[in-house]
């Protein structure tokens, strides 16, 4: 009985203790959890839409008509750079690959370079490009309206209209 009354209150405590740790654990993944989720990018928050605009658009513009642009539109070069096996890691890396020295024998857009001549080196970040293809990838870019027509009407090439959120 005597090892009862010492045993008795020491395992209450540890109980006590453990259960309160747990408590404490489970408060904070739920706040971890819940930080994750702010930082997770929608199409209209993603950083690498504003970078786009800001640095890309100048040149390949979705408002452009087909006519009288310098460069294609970003949709068009995510469905060359894409197709149904291409991994987001492949695609940022692939588009980076391009842009940080531009040449005739990278290009996965013959037809492009013919047309406006092969894209002008600019100094723009790999991270910058980054961001910028990993929002491409994960939604569904600003096309123009002609866009999907005109690649469905000329159809000789490989390429075919991709613009889905992955
Ligand atoms: C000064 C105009 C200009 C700006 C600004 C510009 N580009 Fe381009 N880009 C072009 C032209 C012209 C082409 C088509 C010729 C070519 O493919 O090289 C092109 C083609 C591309 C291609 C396809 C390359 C290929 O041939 O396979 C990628 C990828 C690309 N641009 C990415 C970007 C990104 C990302 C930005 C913004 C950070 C950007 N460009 C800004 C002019 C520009």
């Known amino acids: 009985m005597k090892k009862y009354t010492i045993f008795l209150p020491i395992t209450l405590l540890m109980i006590s203790v453990i259960s309160c740790n747990n408590t404490v654990k489970s408060n904070y993944s739920n706040q971890t959890n819940a930080k994750v989720k702010t ?51 492949e695609f940022i890396s692939s588009v980076w ?22 894209m002008p080196y600019q100094p723009f970040s790999e991270e910058d490009i980054k961001l910028i293809s990993d929002y491409m990838f994960d939604f569904k870019i600003e096309e123009p309206e002609w866009f999907k027509e005109h690649i469905e009407e000329e159809g000789n090439s490989k390429m075919k209209y991709r613009n889905g959120a992955n």
């Open 39 to 89: 930082t997770t990018y929608t199409a209209s928050n993603h950083p690498g839409k504003k970078i786009m605009e800001a640095k890309c658009y100048v040149c390949h513009s979705p408002s452009a008509n087909h006519d009288n642009r310098i460069a294609p539109p970003m949709v068009a070069i995510k469905s060359h750079y894409l197709d149904n096996e291409t991994s987001k890691d």
């Open 97 to 118: 690959n391009f842009v940080k020295k531009p040449s005739r024998d990278k290009t996965k857009m013959r037809g492009a370079v013919k047309r406006f001549g092969v």
